[in-house]
Nanobody, 126 residues
Framework: QVQLVESGGGLVQAGGSLRLSCAAS????????MGWFRQAPGKEREFVAA????????DYASSVKGRFTISRDNSKNTMYLQMNSLKPEDTAVYYC???????????????????WGQGTQVTVSL
């Protein structure tokens, strides 16, 4: 069982930056590939970014590539999402997720993760 808690959301003007954190409970954080998803009002949840167990491999949605950076610190059981050059269309609830895997390089981009956090609101104003 893994519990995930997101933090760092808030209100920011367009062009600004935010850093989201996802803290995981338990001793097996390094056994999970991790991902960020988001859901805007009236829209389906969508993939944002993912990172492999080791942190050496990452993947991004085309809409955030070049602006967002995903990373993890296995010694702190924490994953991060640095979001720069934010746009109003980035407004959404952001969720972190954990996917148990034996692969060190897997970067899952689909929605079938094993555990999800409760989400943190990110609002980008004009």
């Amino acid at each position: 069982q893994v519990q995930l808690v997101e933090s760092g959301g808030g209100l920011v003007q367009a062009g600004g930056s935010l850093r989201l954190s996802c803290a995981a409970s338990g001793r097996t954080f390094s056994m999970y590939a991790m991902g960020w998803f988001r859901q805007a009002p009236g829209k389906e949840r969508e993939f944002v970014a993912a990172v492999s167990r080791s942190g050496s491999s990452t993947d991004y949605a085309s809409s955030v590539k070049g602006r967002f950076t995903i990373s993890r610190d296995n010694s702190k059981n924490t994953m991060y999402l640095q979001m720069n050059s934010l746009k109003p269309e980035d407004t959404a609830v952001y969720y972190c997720a954990a996917d148990f895997t034996i692969s060190y390089s897997l970067v899952p981009t689909g929605p079938k993760y094993d555990y999800w956090g409760q989400g943190t609101q990110v609002t980008v104003s004009l």
